[in-house]
């Protein structure tokens, strides 16, 4: 299985940004698909997920109104597309793919729980 990560970069606050997650060696619409981040010394902590169908989706707070996460299964690709990015958005970002119940279920879970992972991009923010 592989989840390939891109689309990070330097932004000026106020800025947008969109990740792509490109899936292979998966089914991919048996898949929670979802976006983590993590800065350095601090947990890796869960951003948002999309149901198999693109139905359900699950953010954590700070991030609600701002990003929208999509998939595209006849690409197998999952996308986070970030707006009016902030400072504190700066971090690495990582995907994830689990055979969860429901997108809330990934996000109410442990990391540690998650099937696979992708390798990590790069979004920085500057004020």
């Known amino acids: 299985v592989q989840l390939q990560a891109s689309g990070g970069g330097s932004v000026q606050a106020g800025e947008s940004l969109r990740l792509s997650c490109a899936a292979s060696?998966?089914?991919?619409?048996?898949?929670?698909m979802g976006w983590f981040r993590q800065t350095p010394g601090k947990e890796r902590e869960f951003v948002a997920a999309?149901?198999?169908?693109?139905?359900?989706?699950y953010y954590r707070d700070s991030v609600k109104g701002r990003f929208t996460i999509s998939r595209d299964n006849t690409k197998s690709t999952a996308y986070l597309q970030m707006n009016s990015l902030k400072p504190e958005d700066t971090a690495v970002y990582y995907c994830?793919?689990?055979?969860?119940?429901?997108?809330?279920?990934?996000?109410?879970?442990?990391?540690?729980?998650?099937?696979?992972w992708g390798q990590g991009t790069q979004v920085t923010v500057s004020s």
């Open positions: 994830a793919a689990d055979q969860a119940i429901a997108a809330s279920s990934m996000g109410r879970g442990s990391p540690r729980e998650v099937d696979y």
């Open positions: 060696g998966l089914t991919f619409g048996n898949y929670v």
């Open positions: 999309v149901t198999w169908r693109g139905g359900g989706t």
